[in-house]
């Protein structure tokens, strides 16, 4: 690269660049450059032009500090170890280099949940993510979070909210919960009691990983269960069993799954055949055949306030 043109007011400005390689060119801004596109000029006369305009901006501008010029955080509504990452995209202006502070911060309250400092350039495109753990290791509780940006020593300025939960709502449609027969505890033949809840719902239904993690069983079982698969979640000592499947979830035994992730459907294999078509699901805290499970229905219900 041989020179690099930038707008001028009202000529533009001709200057080498300092210094170059294959996926990089660094130059100087030459007095009196403005605002626009960048043309690059190569010895054998060859043209390219930036996407992108480049901002020039007058040293008052930016010697005052740090400040925030743009942000985006997306997800708005996130759960926990879902396919894609929680990200804050943002911009900022500051006189140069600057060490910069992230943080998310429960929104009742000040308590920082999590904090990262980098030492990154002004002007130029910035990411951060999170993985909706606090510091220590734990899920960050449901709840309102913010995203507050700023250089590390000095006050922040919010970048994003959003709301995170630690599950998802199984069921991906329509559905009830059916009456006392569908109830945990319910009397079954033979002297058994009903280990889960059932979730009413079309055949075919998508069913999605309530939480996240490591598949541990997937099986078909003729006389109780039909097609069942059971999921050792993330950062619980709990399993989560989904049964009576129309077939075999595409995770196997070992597969890493992630929250919202499709694990199969609403059906009516094992005993169910002669019912309607729905979802027994099983919460067993210790791990499935280990201990006793517990009452789900709780636990459903308030996943479906806010799936």
């Known amino acids: 690269m041989s020179e690099v043109r930038f707008e001028g007011d009202p000529d533009?400005?001709?200057?080498?660049?300092?210094?170059?390689?294959?996926?990089?060119?660094?130059?100087?801004?030459p007095a009196g450059a403005i605002t626009g596109r960048l043309r690059l000029l190569t010895p054998g006369g060859a043209k390219a032009m930036t996407r992108q305009s480049l901002?020039?901006?007058?040293?008052?501008?930016?010697?005052?500090?740090f400040r925030l010029r743009g942000s985006k955080l997306r997800p708005r509504k996130a759960f926990f170890d879902q396919p894609a990452p929680i990200r804050l995209r943002y911009r900022f202006d500051a006189p140069g280099r600057t060490r910069v502070r992230v943080q998310v911060v429960r929104a009742k309250g000040t308590r920082v949940i999590r904090a990262y400092r980098k030492s990154q350039l002004p002007f130029a495109r910035h990411?951060?993510?999170?993985?909706?753990?606090?510091?220590?290791?734990?899920?960050?509780?449901?709840?309102?979070?913010?995203?507050?940006?700023?250089?590390?020593?000095?006050?922040?300025?919010?970048?994003?909210?959003?709301?995170?939960?630690?599950?998802?709502?199984?069921?991906?449609g329509p559905h009830s919960y059916g009456g006392h027969l569908q109830e945990f505890g319910a009397p079954r033949s033979g002297g058994r009691r009903h280990q889960g809840q059932d979730v009413y719902a079309g055949?075919?239904?998508?069913?999605?990983?309530?939480?996240?993690?490591?598949?541990?069983?997937?099986?078909?079982?003729?006389?109780?269960?039909?097609?069942?698969?059971?999921?050792?979640?993330?950062?619980?000592?709990?399993?989560?069993?989904?049964?009576?499947?129309?077939?075999?979830?595409?995770?196997?035994?070992?597969?890493?799954?992630?929250?919202?992730?499709?694990?199969?459907?609403?059906?009516?294999?094992?005993?169910a055949r002669t019912t309607p078509c729905h979802l027994h699901f099983e919460i067993w805290p210790k791990g499935w055949r280990n201990g006793s499970p517990i009452d789900p229905e709780p636990a459903l219900r308030r996943w479906d306030g806010w799936s």
Request: proline share 5%.
């Open 12 to 29: 533009p400005i001709f200057t080498a660049p300092v210094r170059t390689s294959p996926k990089r060119l660094v130059v100087r801004v």
């Open 55 to 65: 901002r020039v901006a007058d040293a008052s501008q930016v010697l005052s500090g």
């Open 203 to 271: 055949c075919g239904t998508r069913l999605e990983a309530a939480r996240g993690g490591r598949v541990q069983a997937r099986a078909y079982d003729p006389v109780l269960y039909g097609h069942f698969v059971v999921i050792d979640i993330r950062k619980s000592s709990a399993d989560h069993m989904y049964s009576h499947m129309p077939s075999s979830s595409p995770f196997g035994r070992g597969d890493r799954v992630r929250t919202g992730q499709r694990i199969g459907a609403v059906g009516k294999t094992g005993n």
């Open 127 to 172: 990411s951060q993510t999170w993985n909706a753990l606090e510091r220590d290791g734990d899920v960050a509780n449901d709840g309102l979070y913010r995203f507050r940006v700023g250089a590390a020593g000095e006050s922040s300025a919010v970048a994003g909210k959003m709301k995170l939960y630690g599950f998802k709502f199984p069921v991906r």
